[in-house]
């Protein structure tokens, strides 16, 4: 994928390193419950199963496996160069994990009546990539 240029100055789009095997795993249908074992920090994972959890009707699942999922992102995000701002892009693929699983943590807190939290969930998710909040919204 060609790299982004943010031409307002801002810090650059971070792009999380792919888990080839995860990935793979969880588009050639593998349970999302045997992706998260094998691989506990693939925010995949966790996003599939928040969202699983979430149309079954399990919302504090989903909640949990949202915060996981959204947990173990920040810390990739950190480690690739990420300052706690800045472009997340849904067009890189491997980043998809991580947004799909702040979404759900928004869509779970809303659920519950965690009204702040999903206002906040709903910001960082446009601020990070307006593709990703209008894909998944």
């Not at 810390?75 to 699983?101: C, I, M, Y």
């Amino acid at each position: 994928m060609a790299t982004m240029t943010n031409l307002l100055g801002g810090p650059p789009p971070t792009e999380l390193p792919d888990n080839t095997d995860a990935r793979e795993a969880l588009e050639s249908g593998v349970d999302p419950v045997e992706v998260a074992a094998k691989h506990p920090t693939h925010s995949g994972a966790w996003a599939a199963l928040a969202d699983r959890a979430f149309e079954n009707g399990n919302v504090i699942e989903s909640y949990a496996y949202a915060r996981t999922g959204y947990h173990r992102a920040l810390d990739q995000l950190r480690r690739s160069g990420w300052k706690g701002h800045g472009p997340v892009p849904w067009e890189h693929e491997p980043n998809r994990g991580f947004l799909r699983a702040l979404n759900a943590l928004g869509r779970a807190a809303a659920a519950i009546g965690e009204d702040e939290e999903a206002e906040r969930c709903r910001a960082f998710l446009r601020d990070s990539s307006p593709t990703a909040a209008d894909t998944l919204s």
